[in-house]
Nanobody, 119 residues
Framework: VELLESGGGLRQAGESLRLSCVPT????????MGWYRQAPGKPRDLVAV???????NYVDSVKGRFTISRDNAANTVFLQMNNLKPEDTAVYYC??????????????WGHGTQVTVFS
């Protein structure tokens, strides 16, 4: 299964983007769906996550600006990004975490979509 991301691009500060992530096949036992980002020279960090019970969590720097949502039937996850800032510039990665019989859950990752914000 691959995760296909779309919606990245070049925006001016204050503008918006909407990222989408769609798996190429159905995924069951989803534990959570989320978005991570990685800026040049920095580690990949969590941006937002939505759990199976629809609870959400955001990194402090995007609270009030970004909204994560999902379509359960299609295993699709979205990230609405408003009031973009230059520091949001990064490659954004989709993640779907699946419950497994192993000690650790199974993670699926997208290949990333570039978001660039200029002032």
């Amino acid at each position: 299964v691959e995760l296909l991301e779309s919606g990245g691009g070049l925006r001016q500060a204050g503008e918006s983007l909407r990222l989408s992530c769609v798996p190429t096949a159905s995924i069951s036992s989803v534990q959570s769906m989320g978005w991570y980002r990685q800026a040049p020279g920095k580690p990949r960090d969590l941006v937002a996550v939505i759990a199976a019970d629809d609870s959400t969590n955001y990194v402090d720097s995007v609270k009030g600006r970004f909204t994560i949502s999902r379509d359960n039937a299609a295993n699709t996850v979205f990230l609405q990004m408003n009031n973009l800032k230059p520091e949001d510039t990064a490659v954004y990665y989709c993640n779907i975490r699946v419950k497994s019989r192993l000690p650790s859950p199974l993670d699926y990752w997208g290949h990333g979509t570039q978001v660039t914000v200029f002032s």
